[in-house]
């Protein structure tokens, strides 16, 4: 494993793993750290984004539950500010705690990432992104009916709220990430895809959306330089044909591989897609660029080439 600069991308699983108390997420975060820590310890620069798809919900939920004249509920983009904080915090405790068990010196610090969308995306006239908890079909359109959000069944898991999903323009702290990762700083922005906002003559205005996170890490590792992005799933590889008797796990592939299957609708709209995709357009942007895809127990072998799916140009 060479010296480089590498934007990691944690799945839900990485936070979240069924209790959604403090308590457990931290200590979720903290399995998360020692896996993470194998590549800090190699003098790699790292910059984690994280996702923030439970947890804004939960925020949206707890806004609404507390809502009185006194207490305004915060509106989506502030939501995704407080996860932003709440989720960075929690990372950095975790990574610091596995530092010192290390003996490594560095500095780890979170950075509330704004980033810039198009007013005009298509995306604002079709929310298709699940935020928060998931509800039977009844419960769900007793939500639509009282609140007017949208909601839409999740893969045969439930009803789920969906709120639009604009492409990144650009990542508005990017140059600040950069200063910090090339000094030796650990960096965690972009969280949840970071608060989507949009350009005015009076400046940045935040706006009801919430961004991908991969195709915000895709951005982010585009304007820093970095030779590596990794996108963590629940998944050790990529698969085609996926839980079918033909399953074929993809280990070394091109874009142009990833683009026929995408034709053969190999990978799911909600969940693996927004991967392939983030991915193909990161190697697009320069030959001697690299993505993985891969579970967070394999993220130290597949840097090595040993596992995961490993995707060129």
Known sequence: MTRGKIVIALGGNA??????????????LEKTAEQLVKIIEKDIDIVIVHGNGPQVGNILLQQKVAESEKTPAMPLDTCGAMSQGMIGYWIENAIEKALKK???NKEVVTVVTRVVVDEKDEAFNNPTKPIGPFYAEDEARKLMNETK?????????????????????SIHEH??????????????AVGGGGIPVINSEEGLIGIEAVI???????????????????????????????????????????????????????????????K????????????????IITSLEKVYEALEEKAGTIISR
Do not use: C
């Open 175 to 188: 140059r600040v990430i950069n200063s910090l990762v090339e000094q030796g700083d650990i960096v965690i």
């Open 102 to 104: 290390h003996n490594i």
């Open 276 to 291: 392939i995709e983030a991915a193909i357009h990161f190697v697009r942007g320069n030959g001697e660029r690299k993505a």
């Open 149 to 169: 959000a949208v909601f839409k069944e999740d893969a045969g898991r439930g009803w789920r709220r969906v709120v639009p999903s604009p492409i990144p323009v």
């Open 212 to 274: 991908d996170k991969d195709f915000a890490a895709q951005k982010l590792a585009e304007l820093v330089g970095a030779d590596i992005l990794v996108i963590l799933t629940a998944v050790d590889f990529v698969y085609v044909n996926f839980n079918q008797p033909n399953q074929k796990k993809l280990e070394f592939v091109t874009a142009d591989e990833l683009e026929e299957y995408i034709k053969e609708q190999q990978f799911a709209a909600g969940s693996m897609l927004p």
């Open 15 to 28: 936070i979240q793993t069924g209790d959604a108390t403090a308590k457990a997420q931290q200590e979720a």
